[in-house]
């Protein structure tokens, strides 16, 4: 297998786009990864796109043959990948295999999802199909109230509270505030969170990502291609690729309390990169809701089962904390336009590790890690970053 770098990134912002469609994000993030990368259109081989529910949400499908005729790269060949919410991560992760295995030197990955064209009932109902359609959502579970249960069966497990699920959100934001693609750029307090009403209890509304619109893309070239072309000097390397699943519906899993999937991709993770959890200097996780930043700092072994909530509240994971996660704001800040996310945090990576990330820089980071799941955990990957 090859060494991979991403030597390109563009990124939309996220938020309401009213006055952009489907097409106009697509074009965005791809032509500003193009530029970003010194690459011409005619030297991409390839080109894979993470799209969770574009048919429910805009009413457009065959997204892969889309993307190619927005960015003016046909004939070549363009693929879409769905895996619920980790579309993105699993779109990155086959652009990685196909550079590493020989196949392309130089591929386009990208991510995408405009979720505001419905109702915010219909939205509720497109992203329920991440879950089981028949034992979940036909019978009125919607993905608030999955995580609900996940978030009491930690709770009755391991004493986790409110308060230390609110940390979460109050320091995402806090990280978004310096992030200019993020959705909120404004600071939340612990009361803020705490008031904020219950969507599905235990979780409040600010507990809960938002519905979010954008585009995210980066370039994967083979390590040696970038190094021969003089395009290494921005050039991060993904040192590490893995994806795990579980059941579809949380009623066959062993317990609710915790991602095996998770736990599964990170271990085979950080052992293609011959590292541990300690020698990781950021963390994107996926925070759908705040108890799955919990549960996936205990997956990654940040900290010991059942200490992610102490973990949070004791300052762990903020910028100047022993490992900084979702340092552009996360799922819960920055937005999740659930294609796209899996992208936008490998760019986060990209951009920590060229130290390009401004005021929300982790100091000396070396080595990062992004963590997209797909519905309620059935879907993992992660993937480690070097600087090359």
């Known amino acids: 297998m090859r060494s991979v770098s991403i030597i390109g990134a563009g990124c939309t912002k996220f938020g309401e786009h009213w006055e952009k469609n489907f097409k106009e994000l697509i074009a965005e993030a791809g032509v ?74 130089v591929v386009a990955v990208g991510g995408i999802e405009k979720m505001t064209e419905v109702s915010t009932e219909d939205a509720g109902f497109a992203l329920g199909g991440a879950g089981d359609q028949e034992t979940e959502l036909f019978m009125g579970a919607s993905f608030p109230a999955l995580y609900a249960l996940m978030a009491r069966a930690h709770m009755s497990k391991f004493g986790t509270t409110e308060e230390q699920l609110a940390h979460v959100a109050v320091k995402n934001h806090s990280n978004a505030v310096n992030n200019p693609y993020a959705q909120f750029q404004n600071a939340v307090t612990l009361e803020q969170v705490m008031k904020s009403g219950y969507v599905a209890s235990p979780l409040k509304l600010l507990d809960c990502s938002p519905i979010s619109d954008g585009a995210a893309a980066v370039i994967l070239v083979s390590s040696d291609y970038a190094k021969k072309n003089k395009l290494d000097k921005k050039a991060v390397e993904i040192i590490a690729s893995a994806q795990a699943s579980d059941t579809l519906a949380l009623a066959s899993r062993e317990n609710l309390y915790e991602t095996k999937a998770g736990k599964i991709a990170g271990k085979q993770a950080y052992e293609q990169a011959n590292l541990t959890p300690k020698d990781i200097d950021f963390a994107e996780v996926h925070d759908c809701f705040t108890i799955a930043e919990i549960m996936a700092i205990e997956a990654l072994g940040f900290c010991k089962q059942g200490e992610g909530g102490k973990f949070t509240e004791q300052g762990n994971t903020k910028m100047d904390g022993s490992i900084p996660v979702n340092t552009s704001g996360g799922l819960k800040a920055k937005g999740h336009p659930v294609g796209a996310t899996g992208v936008a945090q490998a760019i986060e990576a990209y951009q920590q590790l060229n130290n390009n990330a401004g005021k929300r820089q982790v100091k000396g980071a070396e080595t990062g890690l992004t963590h997209n799941i797909g519905g309620s955990g059935a879907t993992a990957v992660v993937h480690i970053y070097r600087k090359a």
Do not use: W
């Not at 990864?33 to 030297?43: F, M, P, T, V, Y």
């Not at 879409?80 to 086959?94: K, M, P, Y």
């Open 32 to 105: 500003k990864a193009i530029l970003d990368s010194g690459l011409e259109r005619k030297d991409i081989q390839a080109v894979y796109g993470g799209c969770m529910a574009s048919g429910r949400f805009v009413g457009q499908e065959h997204i892969g043959a889309l993307i190619a005729d927005q960015l003016g790269l046909n004939p070549i060949p363009s693929t879409r990948l769905e895996a619920a919410c980790a579309s993105g991560g699993v779109a990155l992760r086959n652009g990685y295999i196909a550079v590493a295995s020989g196949l392309y030197d």
